[in-house]
């Protein structure tokens, strides 16, 4: 993690187009032998901090009250995750607002962003799946997500990968009417007509 951050750090202050692999290596006190052999690019690099914010997610999901039903879990797990100061500082949300404009400009850095967000659906599926009639978690996924538990995923992650990119592309404080929390919650509630019971066996 801290390779990521130092790649991170450099991004945001200096650019993308301006920072090597080899600055990378030097800010995180390693050699450049050593970045390379746990990433196969500069843009690779800071895959942990979005995989972080992913995880955070995921396990939001997984923990929310065990008497909420999909969609209110959802909407639990974006409060806790994507409002400031609940385990992530607003400093962190601006450095957050970088690096996923970045991905807009930069193909190699959009496919990092784009990879994270693929797996972090296929995790969202596996504790959808595991989730009892009524919304109730299991302690482990009884059984491989179908097509229909992995649709609700890419629904529910797309909701909030939009809510992410759309404040990441303003000014807008991440607090407030405009910020990702509220912007994400605003998605998902316009999936009110969405058959999450028929996609997780509720």
């Given at each position: 993690?801290?390779?990521?951050?130092?790649?991170?750090?450099?991004?945001?202050r200096?650019?993308?187009?301006?920072?090597?692999?080899?600055?990378?290596?030097?800010?995180?006190?390693?050699?450049?032998?050593?970045?390379?052999?746990?990433f196969?690019?500069k843009?690779?690099?800071?895959?942990?901090?979005?995989?972080?914010?992913?995880?955070?997610?995921?396990?939001?999901?997984?923990?929310?009250?065990?008497?909420?039903?999909?969609?209110?879990?959802?909407?639990?797990?974006v409060?806790?995750?994507?409002?400031?100061?609940l385990?992530?500082?607003?400093?962190?949300?601006?450095?957050?607002?970088?690096?996923?404009?970045?991905?807009?400009?930069?193909?190699?850095?959009?496919?990092?962003?784009?990879?994270?967000?693929?797996?972090?659906?296929?995790?969202?599926?596996?504790?959808?799946?595991?989730?009892?009639?009524?919304?109730?978690?299991?302690?482990?996924?009884?059984?491989?997500?179908?097509?229909?538990l992995?649709?609700?995923?890419?629904?529910?992650?797309?909701a909030?990968?939009?809510?992410?990119?759309?404040?990441?592309?303003?000014?807008?404080?991440?607090?407030g009417?405009?910020?990702?929390?509220?912007?994400?919650?605003?998605?998902?509630?316009?999936?009110?007509?969405?058959?999450?019971g028929?996609?997780?066996?509720?």
């Amino acid at each position: 993690m801290e390779i990521a951050r130092a790649a991170a750090a450099l991004f945001v202050r200096q650019g993308l187009r301006a920072t090597r692999a080899e600055d990378i290596a030097q800010a995180a006190g390693i050699a450049p032998r050593t970045f390379y052999r746990y990433f196969a690019t500069k843009e690779e690099a800071v895959a942990p901090l979005y995989a972080a914010g992913a995880q955070r997610w995921i396990e939001a999901v997984r923990t929310a009250p065990a008497d909420l039903p999909v969609p209110q879990a959802l909407e639990h797990a974006v409060r806790h995750t994507l409002t400031p100061g609940l385990g992530v500082s607003a400093a962190s949300w601006e450095w957050l607002r970088t690096l996923v404009r970045l991905a807009d400009t930069s193909p190699a850095l959009r496919k990092v962003w784009a990879e994270v967000c693929q797996a972090s659906e296929g995790a969202l599926a596996e504790i959808l799946a595991a989730r009892e009639s009524g919304g109730r978690p299991a302690p482990e996924p009884r059984r491989t997500p179908g097509p229909e538990l992995r649709f609700a995923a890419a629904v529910a992650g797309a909701a909030v990968r939009v809510a992410v990119e759309s404040w990441s592309a303003t000014t807008d404080r991440p607090t407030g009417p405009e910020g990702p929390a509220t912007l994400a919650v605003r998605n998902l509630r316009a999936l009110r007509n969405f058959e999450w019971g028929d996609a997780v066996g509720a």
